[in-house]
């Protein structure tokens, strides 16, 4: 698998700028050219620069990573003291597995998080981190779909084994509508949603990924809710995010409609009177607990 130093950028948080002066003066990647001179970075570039760029993050001088063997870097990475900088590792480390269809080290990279930290603390700290550079990769269309549903299935196991560990809904309480738009297929963070919900004794009604609208009215029709939420980790467009949200305003007016995930913070358009933003996981638990 082949990225542009652009995609690079968008995956490592780095400048396409400082990655072309960190080639003209270290060793540590060596791109490709094609007959056009445009870099190409392979898969094992992508690693070399998400270590380097996590070590820089944390207070490493390039000169020094550079001089660094290939192995010393990740056992520094490893020894690192700040908790974010280990999950962040890890995230990095499991995007790795994906590309190179790896689901028994994905699968263990998983469960040893998990028997450590819970799955909730898993989801927060290490899946949605994953999802957005999942996404990333999805716009960049440098990932194949197997790829994604291998590891996808995984992580969906994962969630709806902690579901069925949760207490009964309580039934005095208005149920919640999660759906996801139709072809719309990244069901990871809803699915977390519900967990969320379910583990604070909130009724759900689960709907699943790719709804059609008019199946949406239908049940509106039927079950008159008075919320619906949404978790988008993608959508093709702004202006066809815009049309979508004023369409499910418009069939869902005495509802309050919830959105969260990555789009929500690229999101610049106006929003109709009873969709409500939740740009943070500080703000979805605070939705939850307020519930």
């Given at each position: 698998?082949?990225?542009?130093?652009?995609?690079?950028?968008?995956?490592?948080?780095?400048?396409?700028?400082?990655?072309?002066?960190?080639?003209?003066?270290?060793?540590?990647?060596?791109?490709d050219r094609t007959s056009t001179n445009i870099?190409?970075?392979?898969?094992?570039?992508?690693?070399?620069?998400?270590?380097?760029?996590?070590?820089?993050?944390?207070?490493?001088?390039?000169?020094?990573?550079?001089?660094?063997?290939?192995?010393?870097?990740?056992?520094?990475?490893?020894?690192?003291?700040?908790?974010?900088?280990?999950?962040?590792?890890?995230?990095?480390?499991?995007?790795?597995?994906?590309?190179?269809?790896?689901?028994?080290?994905?699968?263990?990279?998983?469960?040893?998080?998990?028997?450590?930290?819970?799955?909730?603390?898993?989801?927060?700290?290490?899946?949605?981190?994953?999802?957005?550079?999942?996404?990333?990769?999805?716009?960049?269309?440098?990932?194949?779909?197997?790829?994604?549903?291998?590891?996808?299935?995984?992580?969906?196991?994962?969630?709806?084994?902690?579901?069925?560990?949760q207490p009964a809904p309580n039934l005095d309480?208005?149920?919640?509508?999660?759906?996801?738009?139709?072809?719309?297929?990244?069901?990871?963070?809803?699915?977390?949603?519900?967990?969320?919900?379910?583990?604070?004794?909130?009724?759900?009604?689960?709907?699943?990924?790719?709804?059609?609208?008019?199946?949406?009215?239908?049940?509106?029709?039927?079950?008159?809710?008075?919320?619906?939420?949404?978790?988008?980790?993608?959508?093709?467009?702004?202006?066809?995010?815009?049309?979508?949200?004023?369409?499910?305003?418009?069939?869902?007016?005495?509802?309050?409609?919830?959105?969260?995930?990555?789009?929500?913070?690229?999101?610049?358009?106006?929003?109709?009177?009873?969709?409500?933003?939740?740009?943070?996981?500080?703000?979805?638990?605070?939705?939850?607990?307020?519930?």
């Open positions: 698998m082949a990225f542009t130093i652009k995609e690079l950028e968008s995956l490592s948080g780095i400048k396409a700028h400082t990655i072309r002066i960190w080639e003209q003066r270290y060793s540590f990647l060596k791109p870099r190409m970075y392979n898969n094992e570039e992508l690693k070399t620069l998400l270590t380097v760029a996590l070590l820089n993050k944390y207070g490493y001088k390039i000169s020094r990573i550079d001089e660094m063997p290939p192995e010393q870097r990740v056992n520094v990475v490893l020894n690192l003291q700040e908790a974010e900088a280990k999950q962040e590792h890890i995230v990095n480390e499991l995007i790795s597995c994906m590309v190179e269809l790896n689901n028994v080290e994905f699968e263990k990279k998983l469960n040893d998080f998990i028997s450590t930290y819970g799955i909730a603390q898993t989801v927060q700290s290490l899946i949605l981190q994953f999802l957005e550079k999942v996404g990333i990769l999805w716009q960049t269309n440098k990932i194949n779909i197997a790829q994604e549903h291998v590891v996808s299935n995984i992580i969906r196991q994962k969630i709806i084994s902690a579901l069925e560990q309480h208005d149920p919640i509508v999660l759906f996801l738009p139709e072809n719309e297929h990244h069901e990871i963070g809803l699915l977390f949603i519900y967990y969320l919900l379910k583990r604070n004794r909130v009724p759900v009604i689960y709907l699943g990924a790719t709804v059609p609208l008019k199946d949406v009215h239908y049940l509106i029709e039927k079950k008159n809710p008075k919320s619906l939420y949404l978790h988008l980790t993608s959508f093709p467009r702004q202006l066809q995010l815009e049309k979508y949200l004023h369409q499910l305003s418009g069939i869902a007016r005495k509802a309050n409609i919830f959105i969260s995930g990555s789009v929500t913070s690229t999101y610049s358009r106006s929003l109709p009177a009873n969709v409500t933003f939740l740009k943070s996981i500080s703000e979805v638990d605070s939705y939850i607990s307020s519930l």
